[in-house]
């Protein structure tokens, strides 16, 4: 059974740091691109940040750059999220998402995620 837990969530005031964790339980991560996306109430789940099972060049929500860094430590199954200079509007649930392309494509990918963990910014 494929488990992602995240865990580091938390309430933090304006201008302060986070650092979510995501470890990865019951499979072999070979080849997922692992992510964060984030959903605020009333809106929809956007993707933050992912990066490469090969350690490509991340990529970042034009609202995150500069202030987010995604990392992996693939012998441990894990993925961060390191935030900083966090502001209200980055106040959401954060999920954990492992994804892998299936034979044809992202179509059919293989996709896990986490229950997610409460990042509240707030003075």
């Known amino acids: 059974q494929v488990q992602l837990v995240e865990s580091g969530g938390g309430l933090v005031v304006p201008g302060q740091s986070l650092t979510l964790s995501c470890a990865a339980s019951?499979?072999?991560?070979?080849?997922?691109?692992m992510a964060w996306f984030r959903q605020a109430p009333g809106k929809e789940r956007e993707r933050v940040a992912t990066?490469?099972?090969?350690?490509?060049?991340?990529l970042y929500a034009d609202s995150v750059k500069g202030r987010f860094t995604i990392s992996r430590d693939n012998a441990k199954n894990s993925v961060y999220l390191q935030m900083s200079n966090l502001r209200p509007e980055d106040t959401a649930v954060y999920y954990c998402?492992?994804?892998?392309?299936?034979?044809?494509?992202?179509?059919?990918?293989?996709?896990?995620w986490g229950q997610g963990t409460q990042v509240t910014v707030s003075s």
């Open positions: 990066i490469s099972w090969r350690l490509g060049q991340p």
């Open positions: 019951g499979g072999t991560f070979t080849n997922y691109r």
């Open positions: 998402n492992a994804a892998r392309a299936g034979p044809t494509g992202w179509g059919d990918r293989t996709e896990y």
